[in-house]
């Protein structure tokens, strides 16, 4: 089973309205990267972080080998097999243009967690990319539902409208989730089989 990002396309008389991709993950996954939600340019492509000046593939390159020079789905797979999964607090929400600032608040609707937290058991650490990440995580999914004990950390935003700090500052930061994923198995495919899932996660990787 793939559970490779797509975008889903907007409902007539939904106008502005943008949502996110499936998770990518293996069972296995040891440490979550959250972001708020993807951007135009990731959305146009479906892909996660495919603004070409945005540092997060080049920080994945330095961290795990899993640089922008490679094939989209080799990227995913070796982020995978490093226990690393990858997803974005919001589900779907009305943004005009690519910005959290121009995100409606009433519009958010959150991304199921419940549903991620039990098909990887593993998951010890939650790095959000970026402060609106975490604040979404924060007042959307932890206060609403709860959430296993899991360690929440903020790395600076790899997102290019936040270039105050230069890269060689950010991947210092980000090594932090390469300590976290530590060492494991390398697992075959991204996602477990549908038959190991529950109805709720697999409705999220269908």
Request: charged share 15%.
């Amino acid at each position: 089973m793939s559970t490779s990002p797509r975008t889903a396309a907007a409902p007539r008389g939904d106008a502005g309205r943008v949502r996110s991709f499936p998770p990518v993950f293996g069972a296995d996954a040891r440490v979550l990267v959250l972001g708020s939600m993807p951007g135009a340019a990731s959305l146009a492509a479906a892909q996660y972080y495919a603004h070409p000046r945005n540092a997060f593939w080049p920080i994945m390159g330095a961290l795990f080998g899993a640089g922008p020079q490679l094939p989209y789905a080799d990227r995913l797979d070796r982020l995978v097999a490093a226990g690393v999964a990858l997803w974005d607090v919001i589900g779907s929400c009305a943004r005009a243009g690519s910005l959290d600032s121009a995100i409606e608040p009433d519009s958010v609707v959150p991304n199921d967690f419940a549903a991620l937290f039990a098909a990887c058991p593993q998951l010890s650490t939650v790095f959000f990319n970026g402060a609106a990440a975490e604040t979404a995580f924060r007042r959307h999914v932890q206060r609403a539902a709860g959430s296993p004990p899991l360690r929440l950390v903020r790395l600076p935003s790899t997102s290019p409208a936040h270039a105050a700090r230069r890269f060689e500052a950010k991947l210092e930061a980000w090594q932090a989730l390469r300590a976290a994923a530590g060492d494991g198995p390398a697992p075959t495919r991204r996602g477990p089989s549908p038959d190991t899932l529950p109805a709720a996660a697999r409705a999220l990787a269908a």
